[in-house]
């Protein structure tokens, strides 16, 4: 599926919809270049998910944890901001496969850096910069 978005705003509408056909262990990987709106996205996920806490980028912690209900199952929302790691170590020291393995909702930026750690199951979510207000976002489930 692929949609155009004109303000941050209508990208978060976009994410909020997509969290209507989430389910426990969804994995949602987003790629695009530094201002392309993958944390807006992610603003939108969280607050589709009810989620109140301000979502920033975890951008030196990598992984921030966000507790959320979801049909009255205490769930965790994982967000995570892979930008700033290099080494293998720096993936590996987050326990990946632990957490994608969780009955919890995760969601990584620059998900391309651990492309061969990714679930095959998962949603995959590329942001385009058209300009300054326009962005192309194209939504793939793998199943
Ligand atoms: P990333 O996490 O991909 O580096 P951010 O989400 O932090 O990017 O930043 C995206 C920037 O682009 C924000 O300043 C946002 O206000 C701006 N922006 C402008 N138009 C859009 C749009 N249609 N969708 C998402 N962000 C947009
Ligand atoms: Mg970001």
Redesign the pocket.
């Known amino acids: 599926m692929e949609i155009k978005?004109?303000?941050?705003k209508?990208?978060q509408k976009v994410a909020q919809r997509l969290t209507q056909d989430l389910v426990p262990g969804d994995v949602i990987a987003l790629y695009?270049?530094?201002?392309?709106?993958?944390?807006?996205?992610v603003q939108g996920l969280a607050k589709g998910l009810k989620i109140k806490r301000n979502i920033t980028?975890p951008t030196f912690v990598f992984m921030r944890s966000y507790p959320f209900t979801f049909k009255k199952k205490l769930l965790t929302f994982y967000h995570l901001d892979l930008y700033r790691g290099e080494e293998k170590s720096d993936f590996e020291s987050l326990g990946l496969q632990e957490v994608f393995s969780q009955d919890a909702i995760i969601v990584l930026?620059w998900a391309e850096k651990i492309k061969n750690s990714l679930p095959k199951k998962r949603v995959d979510i590329s942001?385009e910069k058209i300009d300054?207000?326009?962005?192309r976002i194209k939504i793939e489930r793998h199943r």
């Open positions: 978005t004109n303000s941050p209508e990208t695009g270049d530094l201002g392309a709106g993958k944390t807006v996205f980028s930026e942001i300054e207000k326009k962005r």
